[in-house]
């Protein structure tokens, strides 16, 4: 079993709360982590749908049955449990007596805010960060084989094949997940705007032009993006708004917590069909971009990245902001550094008076440079 990174943040916030809610996306590996940490509480899982019954008719006698605690998997599926649980938080001094999982951040986190606020400790779960993927001994021979095999355990753990694996991941999610949150009622068009959405990875999100590509409107863009957010298929990536005098984009920027499940909505079936595609250096950044972020909330730390871009087009792929500091930093998918690379930090410390900044690429050394700016390796973020 590999070490997850996200354990020692977890195990801390578990000695702080009687209840602990653990969110992140479908295969994630929450289960797997929460057996591990919890190895004495039974494992009830409410996509059983006799389980779910039970739990839903007679939420007391459920809850009953583990006076103990338990680990309730995809709690958000019963309701009805909340309430009875607040009741018995209420009234032990237990910490972390019952153990939430859930798939779906939205219709957890109403059921918690309503019943458990206060009582329970929250954690959101990504799936695999390049560290830990390197933990499995996968030998990925290219960026490319990276980018498509993407992050969720299974792929590594199990040796699955990532093209039938994200097909029959998209269409679970489609057809379960998504139904559960709004009531869907043409899901191939649900799967049109999905595919949409992966076309404009690593861009500024421009609800309008999906809204006149796809035929849907505005209003129920916005709320597919939100079902898409809170069960972790995508985040937006703010703008920063230092401006230094100069009119700034203010929209976010898409990203997929996941570029193997991008990759097979755009129909990219192998690391050679990727290295020829136009999309290949917006999945590269995208790659980039989410694995810091795992990194992040691995360790429950704040958001702290942005992006930054004029109205004349000169963009920062990514803003570390670090004890009021801004870290530039490039996003290149060559194998091969050039001083195009970093021509905008140049010109970004010029404008904020700094120095240094960062170039993660996509090739295997890793070194800083004269100018006091570091050239990584993807492998080495």
């Known amino acids: 079993m590999i070490q997850r990174q996200a354990e020692k ?43 779910k019954q039970m739990a839903t008719e007679d939420p007391r006698h459920f809850l009953s049955l583990y006076k103990n605690g338990a680990i309730i998997d995809e709690a958000q599926r019963v309701p009805a449990l909340f309430s009875y649980l607040q009741g018995i938080l209420d009234n032990t001094k237990k910490n972390s007596l019952f153990v939430l999982t859930g798939s779906n951040n939205f219709l ?15 954690f959101d779960l990504p799936p695999l960060s390049i560290q830990e993927i390197k933990l499995f001994g996968a030998k990925l021979p290219t960026a490319e084989d990276w980018m498509l095999n993407g992050s969720y ?15 029959s991941y998209i269409r679970t999610y489609v057809e379960r997940d998504v139904r559960m949150i709004r009531n869907i009622a043409n899901v191939n068009t649900f799967t049109k705007f999905l595919k949409l959405c992966a076309g404009r990875a690593s861009q500024q999100l421009n609800i309008s032009n999906i809204s006149i590509e796809s035929g849907i409107d505005i209003k129920t863009i916005q709320s597919w993006l939100s079902i898409l957010e809170s069960s972790f298929i995508i985040y937006q990536l703010p703008a920063h708004h230092k401006n230094f005098n100069r009119r700034l984009v203010k929209t976010p920027k898409l990203y997929f917590y996941d570029t193997g499940l991008a990759c097979n909505l755009l129909g990219i079936k192998t690391a050679h069909e990727l290295s020829l595609s136009p999309f290949r ?49 490039e996003i290149k998918a060559g194998k091969t550094v050039n001083s195009d690379f970093v021509k905008n930090i140049n010109f970004w410390n010029e404008l904020a008076g700094a120095k240094g900044g960062e170039i993660i690429y996509g090739g295997s050394s890793s070194y800083t440079r004269p100018d006091k700016i570091k050239v990584t390796s993807f492998l080495d973020i």
């Open 108 to 122: 957890l986190q109403e059921n918690i805010s309503q019943s458990l606020a206060g009582r329970i400790g929250y």
């Open 9 to 51: 943040e977890i195990r801390k916030i578990a000695k702080q709360f009687r209840a602990l809610a653990i969110v992140g996306p479908r295969q994630s590996g929450k289960t797997t982590l929460v057996k591990k940490i919890f190895p004495t509480k039974p494992y009830v899982s409410l996509e059983d749908p006799d389980t």
């Open 153 to 167: 355990p299974e792929i590594f753990d199990k040796k699955r094949n990532p093209a039938s694996w994200y097909a």
């Open 281 to 329: 250096g917006a999945m590269f950044e995208n790659f980039i971009v989410s694995d810091i972020r795992k990194q992040q909330m691995n360790k429950s730390e704040l958001n702290n990245l942005f992006y930054w871009r004029d109205n004349k087009g000169v963009e920062i792929d990514m803003l570390l902001e670090v004890k009021n500091k801004l870290l530039p930093i």
